[in-house]
């Protein structure tokens, strides 16, 4: 994200943590603990202070808050990434949130097929395929095709997918099939999302609201620095990340809830390498853009992919 939009994250982050601003506890390098961010600049702890000390009066889960509300305005907020190709071996990045598949390239994102715009996913080896309604022009469907790096990935994608689209776009998932031929003989994955939805998790939360509910924070682990040969190296354990995901099936779905303010500014992101992050804002509408050489585009009545998921959106 921008610099000084990583500043202000980090400062609600440090009055969460530390509480109010003051020159009692807090002198110079009370920051040296913390590691913000990959790479961090000298000035930054000294930028994140001055910001700390406007925030006096802040509650934790006010700075919390505010916080939240600063990153869901960030182009990647809640879009999940996948290195991939496309039929011209250009790389290119297909990003997955809540409201459809987006596609980036050199760090812009270049086009935006939303959940009620695309009617099947489906995957075969390594190539990942998304097949578009017809427009009213066209006497045919879209389909478009990518390359993954390898099966794992593509297979990753597109339960990414599946995942996100049940999670937004249904009340509920879709119960496993119990016909016995089906469950046996049907090609394919049999993966489908089993947890709740965001229908079901606004009403799970609501039916077990409670105001007085003690919340407690446990303090962030500060980070562990060593001096060798005069110079200071961090040593940060970190928890790997596994790419394993869990499996689930296909969907029809729900009409959308309301669209929060989502920004379509062109995504430039400072930094090498550019990670995936949770899931955000809701997006029903289409960006109309230009069709762009990047895709192949395939048209065709019907798809023989042997994993596919069939998208239906009600009117």
């Excluded at 598949?101 to 489906?122: D, E």
């Excluded at 990942?128 to 790096?149: A, D, P, W, Y």
């Excluded at 040969?229 to 940060?236: H, I, L, N």
Aim: proline share 6%.
């Amino acid at each position: 994200c921008p610099y000084n939009t990583a500043v202000l994250l980090a400062s609600y982050a440090v009055q969460s943590e530390l509480g109010d601003y003051n020159l009692t506890d807090n002198f110079p390098g009370y920051l040296s603990d913390y590691s913000f961010i990959p790479g961090q600049p000298q000035d930054f702890e000294k930028e994140i202070a001055k910001l700390h000390q406007q925030h006096i009066g802040l509650s934790p889960a006010e700075a919390e808050f505010s916080y939240l509300s600063t990153a869901r305005t960030l182009e990647l907020y809640g879009v999940e990434l996948h290195y991939a190709r496309d039929q011209s071996n250009n790389e290119i990045m297909i990003g997955v949130m809540s409201g459809g598949i987006f596609i980036y390239k050199n760090r812009v994102r270049i086009n935006t097929f939303t959940w009620l715009k695309i009617i099947k996913i489906s995957f075969k080896c390594k190539q990942f395929f998304i097949q578009l309604r017809k427009e009213l022009h066209e006497s045919r469907e879209t389909l478009l095709g990518f390359n993954m790096v390898n099966y794992r990935a593509c297979k990753n994608l597109w339960k990414a997918c599946v995942e996100h689209h049940t999670f937004f776009r249904l009340d509920r998932p879709l119960p496993p099939q119990k016909n016995f031929f089906a469950h046996y003989f049907t090609l394919g994955s049999k993966f489908r999302y089993c947890g709740r939805t965001e229908v079901q998790s606004v009403q799970y939360g609501k039916e077990r609201a409670n105001k007085d509910r003690v919340f407690a924070r446990s303090p962030s682990k500060p980070l562990a620095r060593k001096l060798i040969s005069g110079m200071d190296w961090e040593v940060v354990s970190r928890n790997s990340l596994s790419d394993d995901r869990l499996e689930t099936q296909s969907l029809p779905s729900r009409s959308p809830p309301g669209t929060p303010n989502h920004r379509n500014s062109t995504f430039i992101q400072e930094g090498n390498r550019l990670r995936p992050s949770s899931v955000g804002h809701l997006v029903d509408h289409v960006v109309h853009t230009s069709p762009s050489e990047v895709f192949a585009n395939h048209r065709s009545p019907s798809s023989t992919q042997a994993n596919s998921i069939i998208l239906e959106s009600s009117p």
